[in-house]
């Protein structure tokens, strides 16, 4: 009973102390971020009907979902993912809007994954959503945007892996497949099982070039000249669109300076059948999971009644946070802050140094002395919560400060301190 008491459930953790301090840290640095590009928050709900995740809406399936029920017997779920909540929200309160929505969030996402695959069933996303832009500079600048974020999170190395759902879709074309033996082609270069796709194509009754591009597919990647030769397998005007809006994405990102942080995966094709063009994963060192997913979406609110295009991306926070921490890329901390000891005779003087360092902007603990504690284990007590000094009231009137590496140690008069 205890054991339950203080554990948590698997795929959930606390998350404290420092490590919490740099999480939120990172959050705010990169809402910073999607503010200077012009997007504005929004909040939608932990959990909603399950008719705005379900498989229509090509989001989480439904046995990893976290169902329960109203009172009315109405079937709800934490949400699974973020971007059909905010479809549904643009749908309402902006159904008439025809020029770019732009629109951020962040909060948790909920997934019942598999006992022991040591994956998170609560996960922190951040992300945006340009809605009612269907260009090619939208989908650079949604990209861009990712990279600036990035950036501002400390990360320095990681490379965005862009994909067309077009392309691939186009190779099928040419199949001229069922839809089952599609969806076959699809889970196989969703796990990127390429061996299992040649084993399983080499069977099907279709043109030999057809089946020489499909089994080409995972050579295609790479820096841009991938788009190169991936133009020349193919006629299919449905390929060569997708091709060539990649290279107006690419152009535009040029602009930027940021052609060492993108790279070509042809074959790739993400998660969810909401996407309808671009896609993009986000990869690094030290973790084997993509640390930001996103793309372009534009059939999804015209399920929810709003004929819209769109394009988004979700940071998933706690991946980038592992990266940070692996990397060994130092977390500087921005506020200096100062533990303030005293007895009780000298409160009134300990309140009024504390919120004159407050006024400063320096973060100011208090703590009461106690006999059973001596100068060094507030020492040790300071450096442990990162305070980078240490002010004990000697009097109502003075004051001994202690610096954290031991460069300061002088007596001041309360009035004479200069922040």
Known sequence: MRETMLSTPEGIRDV???ECERKHFCIASMQKVLHLYGYKDIETPTFEYFGIFNSDKGSAPSN??????????????????????????????????EL?????????????MKLHQGKLSEITQLGSELINDDSSAADAETIACVIDCLLASGLTKFQIEIGEVDFFKGLLEDAGLDAQ??????????????????????????PESVRHNLDNLSGLFGG???LD??????????T?????????????LSYYEYEKYISFDLSMINGYDYYTGIVFSGYTYETGNPIVKGGRYNTLLKQFGKDAPSIGFSVYVD???????RQDIPYEKKTDAALIVYVIEHQDSALRLAKRLRDKGVVAQLIRKSKRHDTEEYMDYADKYDAGKVYILLDEKNVRIISADRSVDEERSIESLEY
């Open 16 to 18: 404290y102390g420092l």
């Open 64 to 97: 990893e979902m976290y169902k329960f029920f109203d009172r009315d017997n109405n079937t709800l779920v934490l949400r699974p993912d973020f971007t059909p909540s905010v479809a549904r929200c643009v749908a309402k309160y902006f159904a008439e809007e």
């Open 100 to 112: 770019p929505i732009r629109l951020c969030y962040q909060g948790k996402t909920f997934a019942s």
């Open 181 to 206: 033996t599609e969806e076959r082609i699809k889970d196989y270069i969703q796990i990127k099982n390429f061996f299992g796709l040649t084993e399983y194509i080499s069977s099907l009754d279709i």
């Open 224 to 226: 841009v000249d991938v």
């Open 229 to 238: 030769r991936a133009l020349e397998m193919t006629e299919n005007p449905r």
């Open 240 to 252: 060569r669109e997708a091709l060539d809006r990649l290279r107006k994405v690419y152009k535009a």
């Open 319 to 325: 991946e980038l946070m592992n990266s940070l921490i």
